[in-house]
């Protein structure tokens, strides 16, 4: 199956945030963060979710080649601009309390 994780807290346009997706093999665990890197006073949209026994499947071959939204089974719309600074996969799950500096020390 297919499994989709969002905060349900929509991203304001020309702001910054940390976005992280780990996953705990240990625990079974997908954990997505949401933070805004220059919080507003009055708009909460930082998040933490998470999703337990979750699995995940790759198969050998697998690269990430696109971050967008699925606009259709053949598609692909509101794809990533470019715009992400310092993406990274990491080896281990980065703690639900992650911030900028958990993510820039591994």
Known sequence: ?????????PLQ??????AALSYDA????????????????HVNDAAIVEQHNATIVMPDETAIIIAGAPASPAGVEQKCDGKIDNPMILDHAVPPAADAAVLTSS
């Open 1 to 9: 199956g297919q499994t989709t994780l969002a905060s349900g807290r």
């Open 13 to 18: 346009t020309r702001r910054w945030y940390l």
């Open 26 to 41: 240990a625990t079974a665990t997908l954990t997505l963060v949401q933070d805004p890197l220059d919080p507003w006073p």
